[in-house]
């Protein structure tokens, strides 16, 4: 979540009017930071332009358009581009009221891991608030934004 500023600003660079919609991270430890060098892991931020949305043909054909920016970072780097899609349709998102380690805490009601043993999670920040899961115990979950 630390790096929402930056990948906003980097989707702003493609498309000024985007808007976030979600976020998700993988390999988020219960201190709320993510090792992208665990695994094949990555950080993907998903934002809607509005202005570059409109269908062009009627409503039941397939159209895709380039209304979507995808800010991806993994331990390769940063990657921010232009994404195709037929569905152009997203809600806007605050900024998240809680951080990593706040969800993260609040896991503790789904029955997570004392983090000090070295789980991570994969975390995201939805329309209706954030998901948590650890793959490995099949432990999913959501959790309100509510800090």
């Not at 790096?3 to 979600?22: G, H, I, N, S």
């Not at 990555?42 to 054909?61: C, K, Q, V």
Request: contains cysteine; aromatic residues 8%.
């Amino acid at each position: 979540m630390a790096y929402l500023p930056k990948a906003r600003k980097l989707a702003k660079q493609v498309y000024p009017d985007v808007v976030l919609t979600e976020f998700d991270v993988c390999g988020v430890g219960a201190n709320g930071t993510s090792n992208l060098t665990l695994a094949n892991f990555e950080a993907s931020y998903y934002f809607l332009s509005r202005s570059h949305s409109a269908r062009t043909l009627p409503i039941g054909i397939d159209e895709n358009r380039p209304c979507w920016v995808y800010v991806e970072v993994d331990k390769k780097g940063v990657t921010a581009r232009k994404v195709e899609r037929d569905e152009c349709k997203g809600k806007a998102r605050p900024n998240p009221k809680c951080t990593m380690r706040q969800v993260w805490k609040m896991s503790d009601s789904l029955g997570s891991p004392d983090g000090k043993k070295g789980a991570v999670a994969h975390i995201s920040y939805l329309r209706d608030g954030w998901s948590f899961d650890i793959d490995r115990l099949d432990l999913t979950g959501s959790i309100l934004d509510e800090c």
